[in-house]
């Protein structure tokens, strides 16, 4: 789990302002820390079945914000991916 440390730099990492601490970005920024900590965590515990289904519905959530953001703003949207090392999907 994240504590307030680690929290707190990953909203300074993501933030717009100073005050910011709930624009997508910062969400973005959290789901994306937290789903990496289920990741390492279901590797160790296969079976943990209740921590998979709250990663998938994190997942799904992340990439809901992300298409939110792709529709406000492309340059914001490309920066987020950038700093979390997600990959960009791919259109046909």
Same mark, same amino acid.
């Given at each position: ?8 730099? =990953? =909203? ?13 970005? !910062?969400? =973005? ?5 937290? =789903? ?22 994190? !997942? ?19 920066? !987020? ?8 999907? !791919?259109?046909?």
């Amino acid at each position: 789990m994240l504590d307030k440390e680690k929290k707190k730099k =990953i =909203i300074e990492k993501y933030r717009l302002n100073d005050s910011d601490t709930g624009s997508l970005d !910062v969400q =973005i920024g959290l789901l994306s820390e937290r =789903i990496n900590y289920l990741l390492s965590h279901l590797k160790e515990h296969p079976k943990d079945l209740h921590s998979k289904r709250g990663l998938l519905t994190m !997942v799904a959530k992340r990439r809901k914000l992300l298409n939110l953001l792709k529709k406000e703003d492309k340059k914001r949207y490309e920066q !987020v991916i950038k700093k979390t090392g997600l990959k960009k999907k !791919v259109k046909d």
